[in-house]
């Protein structure tokens, strides 16, 4: 069949003075303005999609051509076009600083389909999804923002996918254009990275919203940088303990707890007046008649703030100090030691055992805790559980700084003077909340290496996570003494997550999970939920706001990740319906990275999304993520073990597939399905009302799963907590 010239002519009339580009293959045909990069493509049967609307007009020159490909200068850049089988590429060169604007995606299509977090199927018509984009994303990169460095359009009949196989140093603008959004992609040229070249690639595909993943993984595959998650488990001892685990967060690391108190007349007795001579409340409350709950937590803190006091300092001796001195001064009152404790101590390891839990990952939000309940890190490695510290080094404080409790963030003052990432104007840029200085990946790992060998050789970790170095936050660094571009920043940053594998043979996470950094990690914590409504502040800041999300205290329950907030309509119907939500950052790395929520927004932060969320990793196949204090603990155990009864089995025997399908079941996105590559099937009913699908009831707010052995699960979503 003949490509219809008058669509390609209309598509390229701005260039009169420079001859068209034509490229063709059996598949399809691509129409080039050498001299304003307007990209049309066109298949046989009469299809046109545009790749790219004009940009500025440059001087073309040395222009050549064969059937697949073509070369030209356009201004400062070189330009090579090359069409092969179903994939268009087009490579800037250029040995000078600056800024290339390509592709233009004017606003075209039914729906944008962008791996914002774990992904977001976008219909064109959605306004309150493009006013979203304008005005609250503005700009995002293709490193950190979007977790696959992909964008993709789709229509009833195909989806194009826009592949930036240079990730790095690469801003997509959203602006309004007509009732849709357009997008700008920039890629910035500059003193580090000038010798590499800027790839973008294209295809066109049938109707398949995971086309853009799909075409991301088959291409990270033919580079040799997709590392399976089987592969990456099996090199580890305990490897085999993440398959299957449900993840929890064990809050404070008190040594004392109201739960830990026998009897609460024989501790005001024993307590020392002169621990809390300078404690009004706590001299009441010893003086008192009472013993609620108010009494007990103001005894608690008393005690736990005079341990301190008496045996200042944040390491494994100073806490066995406190502990020694609260046994042998008050010790009577107390129940035995296998009894006592903060949310991560023996006693809860226990608990969450009796409950029916065989695999969990858990993670301590600082190493303290495992030095206040010395025995719950064995506990949990024989429970066969994975245990791992917060940790991170991407934020470097000076000396004598006013956060001391920032305890990762205390690298020392050559880390803080000499580690940080510098701008062109040799400044350094400013670290987590404008505190410290952000650091240089490599100049640091020195001191990652000594802390986690010295943290390891006071408590048996089996797991690490290591905050930041994953999210694909990425640096250029102009230091004359550490020039580092966002390539070389990625690759060390991957080289000190591998060296946690691969040397420490610890089983590894980080946050995100992003696609240029998660080659080395098994886990990752952050794409499922993730931060929204950042410059609200009714969330962030109006604590008298029922959509405040809480407060950074008490540390071993903070509210912001404890309180249950009431989530705005607004931020529902973007963020948590479910026919907005695409997985296609599990589409690309189900089998390679186990995704979940970020920890401040576990499954239970919100009344009003509880259930989507539930059924949403449910249908993904990824783990429950839950906080966990001593003082939530029966019941979060429980609402737990409900999830993971699902969840469990079904990643034990999905762990090890790729997600090769995903479908709406029914017409507006309520009953949704996704297939995996050994035929299982999982199908959930989002929906208050009871739906049929393919001769299986479904349940208001359930999901059921068909495993390619035989095996049917069934999932509803639990009425509390």
């Known amino acids: 069949m003949q490509f219809p010239r008058l669509l390609i002519l209309l598509a390229l009339a701005a260039a009169p003075s420079t001859h068209a580009i034509t490229l063709a293959t059996a598949r399809w045909q691509v129409d080039i303005d050498p001299s304003t990069l307007a990209v049309s493509a066109t298949t046989p049967d009469g299809t046109a999609t545009v790749i790219s609307s004009a940009t500025t007009r440059e001087t073309v020159s040395d222009l050549t051509q ?47 389909l962008l791996p914002l977090h774990e992904g977001y199927y976008i219909p064109a018509d959605d306004a309150a999804w493009r006013d979203e984009l304008i005005h609250a994303h503005g700009e ?13 359009l789709s229509w009833p009949d195909r989806v194009l996918s826009v592949l930036f196989a240079t990730p790095f140093n690469n801003t997509v603008r959203f602006a309004a254009d007509g009732q849709g959004t357009a997008m700008t992609v920039e890629h910035a040229f500059n003193a580090l990275n000038q010798t590499d070249a800027y790839t973008v690639v294209a295809h066109l595909d049938g109707p398949d919203w995971l086309a853009p993943a799909k075409r991301y993984r088959q291409w990270l595959q033919a580079q040799g940088g997709f590392v399976s998650l089987k592969d990456k488990l099996d090199r580890l001892p305990d490897g085999g303990n993440l398959i299957g685990a449900s993840h929890v967060y064990l809050w404070g690391d008190r040594l004392l707890v109201e739960q830990d108190v026998r009897d609460w007349a024989q501790l005001k007795r024993l307590l020392p007046r002169a621990w809390i001579r300078t404690d009004q409340d706590a001299r009441e409350a010893v003086d008192s008649t009472h013993l609620g709950p108010y009494v007990q937590q103001v005894l608690v803190a008393a005690i ?6 008496r045996f200042p300092g944040d390491t494994a001796e100073a806490m066995q100090q406190r502990r020694d001195a609260l046994v042998a001064t008050v010790g009577t009152a107390l129940q035995p030691e296998a009894l006592r404790g903060d949310s991560a101590s023996p006693r809860i390891i226990h608990a969450l055992q009796a409950a029916g839990l065989p695999r969990l990952w858990l993670g301590l939000p600082d190493w303290t805790a495992a030095w206040a309940s010395p025995g ?23 000396d004598g700084n006013d956060n001391p409790s920032w305890l990762s963030a205390q690298l020392g003052q050559d880390a803080f003077e000499r580690c940080g990432i510098m701008k062109p104007d040799g400044q350094r840029i400013k670290g987590f909340q404008g505190s410290g200085v952000y650091t240089n990946a490599a100049c640091i790992r020195p001191l990652m290496e000594r ?32 020039p580092t571009s966002q390539a070389q920043d990625a690759a060390n940053r991957n080289a000190a997550l591998a060296w946690l594998a691969d040397n420490q043979k610890l089983v590894t996470g980080s946050e995100v999970g992003s696609a240029v950094v998660n080659r080395h990690v098994a886990f990752a914590h952050g794409a499922q939920t993730a931060g929204f409504g950042w410059r609200d502040p009714q969330m962030r800041r109006e604590r008298a706001s029922p959509y405040y999300l809480g407060a950074w205290s008490p540390e071993h329950q903070p509210a912001f990740f404890f309180k249950q907030s009431q989530l705005k309509p607004r931020y529902q119907q973007l963020y948590f319906n479910p026919s907005r939500r695409l997985p296609l950052l599990q589409a690309a790395f189900h089998d390679s990275v ?11 932060k919100f009344r009003e999304s509880r259930s989507t969320t539930e059924l949403l990793q449910q249908l993904y196949n990824v783990p429950p993520l839950l906080n966990l204090s001593v003082a939530t603990a029966t019941p979060r155990i429980a609402y737990l073990r409900q999830l993971d009864a699902f969840f469990r089995p079904l990643h034990e025997a999905l762990f090890d597939q790729a997600l090769v399908d995903f479908r709406w079941r029914d017409a507006n996105g309520q009953v949704q399905q996704t297939t995996f590559a050994d035929g299982s099937v999982i199908v959930a009913n989002f929906s208050d009302q009871p739906q049929q699908v393919d001769a299986h009831a479904l349940p208001p707010r359930s999901a059921t799963a068909r495993l390619a052995d035989g095996r049917t699960f069934t999932f509803t979503s639990p009425t509390s907590p």
């Open 304 to 309: 736990n703030a005079a341990l301190i006091d």
């Open 594 to 604: 186990i995704s979940t929520h970020h920890w401040t927004l576990d499954s239970l």
């Open 66 to 112: 064969t059937p697949a490909s073509a070369q030209w200068q356009h201004g400062d850049s070189l330009i090579h076009a090359r069409l092969e089988g179903d994939a268009f590429e087009l490579r800037f060169e250029r040995r000078t600083a600056g800024v290339v604007r390509w592709p233009l995606l004017p606003a075209q299509g039914a729906a944008l």
């Open 140 to 152: 995002v990169n293709t490193t950190e923002d979007l977790t696959l460095p992909v964008i993709g």
């Open 376 to 398: 719950a890190a064995e506990a949990a490695v024989h429970a066969g559980y994975l245990v791992a510290p917060y940790d991170s080094y991407d934020t470097a404080l000076p």
């Open 451 to 482: 802390r986690v060998r010295a943290l390891r050789a006071q408590t048996p970790y089996n797991s690490w996570f290591l905050d930041v170095a994953a999210t694909g936050m990425l640096f250029d660094d102009s230091d004359p003494a550490k």
